[in-house]
């Protein structure tokens, strides 16, 4: 069975820009889950998309975005990129239901912006 | 809030030595679940185990072992006889659950494991 997926696998743009993280998760599962992990602050939630729809964020400005699509891949948006959002972004997926399911992580895209 | 201590930054051992990477964290729920997780060089977080808040057996699965005592909030990992390959960053992480019925992973600030020949 596949595991999680993410693209690109590393990415350089200049500040200002806007970029664009894909992620497919396992087959079966309906939630998405993005983490963010920049050096000197630690693996932070982002984001939580289940069934189409964004059910939480965390601490973190609207400029972070995405959607998951009816395959229930996702996309993480981030628009007017800043130096510090130079990290590795992670993506994981768990199967939906309420309490907590394990999450799987991907490879993760590591941006770095110049 | 939630919180999750790892208060090793880095350990190194000679192979074929046994490790033991601390975790203690905090929280108000009664209801909640612990993991750990791997992260070699190459970035993926490779899920090692999940253990629940009502469970306080230790669990062992090869060379793998660990020691939930809820009465001192600690979920420690011990790794039996290590292996250069055993090298990574170790994260423990605490479940939230949110509404929804999803949950978030606060994570420590993870122990990086040097083992060496």
């Known amino acids: 069975e596949a595991g999680v997926t993410q693209s690109p696998t590393h990415l350089i743009k200049t500040r200002g820009q806007q970029v664009t993280l894909r992620c497919s998760p396992i087959?079966?599962?309906?939630?998405v889950y993005w983490y963010q992990q920049a050096l000197g602050l630690g693996l932070q939630f982002l984001l939580w998309y289940d069934e189409g729809e964004e059910r939480n964020r965390g601490n973190f400005p609207p400029r972070f975005s995405g959607r998951q699509f009816p395959n229930y891949s996702s996309e993480l948006n981030v628009n007017a990129l800043e130096l510090e959002d130079s990290a590795l972004y992670l993506c994981a997926s768990s199967t939906d239901g309420p309490g907590t399911d394990t999450q799987y992580f991907g490879p993760g895209t590591r941006l770095t912006v110049l | 809030a939630q919180k999750v201590t790892q208060a090793q930054t880095e350990i190194s051992v000679v192979e074929k030595e046994d490790v033991t990477l601390d975790c203690v964290y905090e929280?108000?729920?009664?209801?909640?679940?612990l993991f750990w997780y791997k992260q070699p060089p190459s970035g993926e977080l490779v899920f090692l185990i999940r253990?629940?808040?009502?469970?306080?057996q230790n669990e062992i699965s090869g060379r793998y072992s660990w020691n939930f005592q809820k009465s001192t909030s600690s979920f420690n990992f011990t790794i039996t006889a290590s292996q250069v390959v055993d090298s990574a960053v170790y994260f423990c992480?605490?479940?939230?659950?949110?509404?929804?019925?999803?949950?978030?992973?606060?994570f420590g600030t993870g122990t990086q494991l040097k083992v060496e020949l």
């Open positions: 253990r629940n808040s009502f469970d306080e």
């Open positions: 087959s079966g599962h309906t939630s």
């Open positions: 992480a605490l479940s939230e659950e949110l509404t929804g019925g999803g949950n978030k992973l606060t």
């Open positions: 929280t108000r729920d009664t209801t909640y679940y």
